[in-house]
DNA sequence: CGCGATTTGTGCACGTCTTCACAAGCGCCT
DNA sequence: AGGCGCTTGTGAAGACGTGCACAAATCGCG
């Protein structure tokens, strides 16, 4: 495997391969600004300001421009960036260059539709496994894919790198299933389930908790009642009374 | 529909209902320790040590007993905490003592794999309708439910008090969607589209893309890939090398 | 009743992230 | 060629989050 050459920088001498370390927050907005880049140039647009992009991307423009100097210098001063320059620098930076394989550990309700979904294609990814520890959806076909037994998964593992672990088990289950993933190299795992993977130095976990995300809002939800009952204190933050027909416009909307 | 009583706090005079404004970071985590409390006291445990919770919840003590203290002071010194007490404490404040009725808009791939998620269910949430703009979706029944045209969101949050609105459409339709469900009070928006959403102030607004944290972890390996690649520099940082059987227990998860 | 073991709650220092504000640089127009 | 308007890139300050380390508080035991 070569790695694949650097698209960006095209007049520019320096290191080339040499990734920088990202602060972390920077890292986490990328995929945004890559998304919103990719909307903008469906639309034409051959370069934009980074109060254009931000806006898109629903940001900051200072911490855009923080965000972007970090990757280097891809800006022209009274200008803009140029917007498929910095698509090929963003997805240089992360890695998105190789078609990233991608095994799916449990096929059930949201590992279904995990392995229907077309975001992974469109950006940079592709499921190459689904597999599953229940004899009875083994053999199942999903999207041209079919099911295959976990414990084939070092098998699976020396067809195709694999580079990313997703987990879509119950919660029961994830922690062998990490295991697993582990013993055949991944050091990338997005685990769906509720609860908590202890994993060696060296691998990455990403948790994704949807009854936490809704249980994030139930609180905001609690205490914005709280606050409309208590009028005393003293905030003008909260303008905001329902049935108000309150329609947008605050930010750009995006164009799709 | 009475607001629930408190349920914590049995011998503590002073203000009862009114909330503490917590750090956001202190609130995205709430939910994890809830759900390492429900853990623990499913297992019998009935009081737990601010070190044995941190664990389970994979976080360090001393943030642990941070966060909680901005709760109130519910340990004791000593001993630990009250596993039922905290979960009570806990659910209060993030207004899970009352059922939220939570309106799906979009049972596509993934929004059916939400409708039949039981995360949600058991965690303080209820799915009180599903909705879809495509009638040839409409009437479908999923897990005991009538998928209904998303026209019908007034007569919906007529029926039921929408707490909260969760966005599983395409992204060109997410926006609109968004503007419906807050023109009907909705004030809390959970977004699965891959878009921006501009919404009135006063709207929370929580997304989750799936593409995206696969894009951040295809930056660490990436990263880790292009740093094997070069030994020189000089951090001792990983140590790890593929197909070692390297068993948990290290504990360091990524942050969030 | 007092003492030691244990564990919470928190002051403090440190690092990270955000935001402002502005100098430096670039292109365009005259 | 020169000046002017626009936009990037960045120093500095402030807000925020984290982790150490220890005093205060509680329990159990002799």
New binding site residues.
């Given amino acids: 495997m070569s790695q694949h050459r650097h698209p960006g920088a095209p007049g520019r001498a320096g290191a080339v391969p040499a990734l920088p370390d990202l ?4 890292v986490a ?1 990328l995929p945004e600004y890559l998304r919103a880049l990719h909307n903008l140039a469906e639309s034409g647009h051959e ?7 931000a806006s898109a991307a629903g ?5 855009l ?6 990757l ?10 140029d917007v498929a320059l910095l698509v090929d620098q963003i997805e240089y930076v992360l890695g998105l260059t190789q078609r990233r394989a991608v095994a799916l550990v449990g096929v059930g309700n949201l590992g279904h539709a995990l392995a229907g979904y077309d975001g992974f294609a469109g950006r940079g990814f592709r499921i190459a496994a689904l597999l599953d520890a229940d004899p009875s959806r083994v053999g199942e076909e999903i999207n041209g894919l079919v099911v295959r037994h976990v414990d084939e998964l070092p098998r699976v593992a020396a067809e195709e790198a694999i580079a990313i672990g997703v987990i879509a088990t119950p919660a029961r289950a994830a922690q062998a299933v990490a295991d697993q993933l582990v013993a055949v190299g991944v050091t990338s795992i997005l685990n769906f389930a509720p609860c908590v993977l202890s994993v060696p130095e060296g691998v990455d976990v990403r948790k994704v908790d949807l009854a936490i995300e809704l249980q994030i809002l139930s609180f905001h939800e609690h205490r914005k009642a709280s606050l409309t009952a208590l009028p005393a204190t003293g905030g003008s933050a909260l303008t905001a009374l329902p049935g108000g027909l309150a329609v947008t416009d605050t930010q750009e909307a995006i164009g799709t």
């Fill in positions: 602060p972390e927050a920077t907005r370069t934009v300001s980074s109060e254009g992009l940001v900051n423009s200072a911490k421009r923080k965000d972007l100097s970090h280097g210098s891809y800006g022209t001063r009274g200008v803009g960036y």
